[in-house]
């Protein structure tokens, strides 16, 4: 087996909110026996201060990793993103410390589905509130209100690998299906894609949002889009807190402009479960209340945790990129023999000249070769035979504009 440079009990493993016990089990498996797990996330300043001496990071939706968090980790070389959505890190930020970002692109994916096909049914039948009553000693008995899911509208915003399974989910209920994208995407069964997010919102009975939280889609349902849906529909959001104007869902809701709605997202959550959960929508009855909870299943916790910590340890173990979020792909072979270097270096000329005079030099046989750029990084990585690795390592640290460089023996 491969060894990294620096001996496995001294990698430190930075495992926050309570990520999945088959990522633990995974890291000891491949010999990563120094973790630290909190089941909570850290603010600004207590995350500064642990990521010191962590060399790699796993977090979920919570965790802030900004400019100052990496310029902080000096040690870190990897972040796993134990969850699908990357909008918690300054990815540019990591790319020019040199940490590789990587996450779960559809482990739970299903389980968000599930969850948004499950409340569409709820809401349509007035469930919260007859739910709240019923706890208070009402009795709401009642078919006011209450409609089968059979025929209705579902209006999916962002019809990408959640929206999309939603779709497949839902019209075998017999639901018909319009959804809206920026990207031309292909309509699973008899799904239509309709040209403007308003043509959306005045069609649908349900809207439910599957966007990604990026500048396009913050506040995108804001109080006049909202009020362009129609007069009793329904809005689910399991998206990002940040895509709905809280404020104006919450007077929608109160004035019975909207039926209902279920909200798994908020623009700002707790920490951890022992924090109090703040939101204009406490209160409202109409409102099913989840506290971001779509992925929260044993089956894609579990997935998720051998996915995303093995991505970590073999970037760990043998440099291999693939599916990196923030950096160039580099796949690599395992090999067992040669000693291997990794490079990362601010994409500037002039680069693999110096990377390779050193290696002639040197009078190094190279036994591969590989690299990938983008428009700022460049990652090489090359086996060697010989044993002077460790002074190779060396001279390539300190040519000017490396960011980071490793050797894996
Ligand atoms: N509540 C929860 O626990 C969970 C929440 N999520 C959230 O769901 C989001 C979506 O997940 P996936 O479907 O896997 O992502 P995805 O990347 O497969 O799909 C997102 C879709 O949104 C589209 N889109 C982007 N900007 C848009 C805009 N301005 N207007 C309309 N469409 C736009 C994209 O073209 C893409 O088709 C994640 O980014 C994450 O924030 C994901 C998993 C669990
Ligand atoms: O996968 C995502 O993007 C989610 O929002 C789920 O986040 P979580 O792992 O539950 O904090």
Known sequence: MMQTSL???????????????????????????NLEILQTSLNEDELCEKVKDAH?????????????????????????????GTNQIDLDAAKRHGVVVFNAPFSNTRSVAELVLAEAIMLLRGIPEKNAVAHEGGWLKSAKQSFEAR????????????????SVLAEQLGMHIRYYDVEDKLPMGNAQSVPTLDDL???????????????????????RQIERMKPGSLLINA?????????????ALSSRHLAGAAIDVFPVEPKGNNDEFMSPLRGLKN???????????????????????????????????????NFPEVSLPTHATAQRLLHIHKNQPGM?????????????????????????????????????????????????GTIRARRLF
């Open 201 to 223: 919102l005045t069609q649908a009975d349900i809207v439910t949002l599957h966007v990604p939280e990026t500048e396009q889609t913050q506040w995108m349902m804001g109080r």
């Open 7 to 33: 001996a496995k009990d001294k990698i430190k493993v930075l495992l926050l909110e309570g990520v999945h016990d088959s990522a633990i089990q995974l890291f000891r498996h491949h010999g990563y026996h």
């Open 56 to 84: 790699l990071l796993g977090i979920r939706s919570r965790s802030q990793l900004n400019e100052r968090v990496f310029a902080a980790a000096d040690k870190l070389i990897a972040v796993g993103c134990f969850c699908i």
């Open 287 to 325: 409102c099913l209340l989840t506290p971001h909870i779509g992925g929260s299943t044993l089956e894609a916790q579990e997935n998720i945790g051998v996915e995303v910590a093995g991505k970590l340890v073999r970037y760990s173990d043998n440099g291999s990129t693939l599916s990196a979020v």
């Open 239 to 251: 998206s990002r807190g940040t895509v709905v104007d809280i404020d104006a869902l919450a007077e």
């Open 151 to 166: 025929g209705k509208i579902l209006g999916i915003v962002g019809y990408g690998h959640i929206g999309s399974q939603l």
């Open 352 to 400: 693999l000249n110096a990377i390779n005079r050193i290696i002639s030099d040197n009078e190094i046989n190279v036994a591969g070769q590989y690299l990938q750029t983008d428009e700022s990084v460049g990652y090489v990585v090359m086996d060697i035979d010989g044993d002077n690795g460790a002074n190779i390592l060396q001279q390539l640290k300190d040519i000017p």
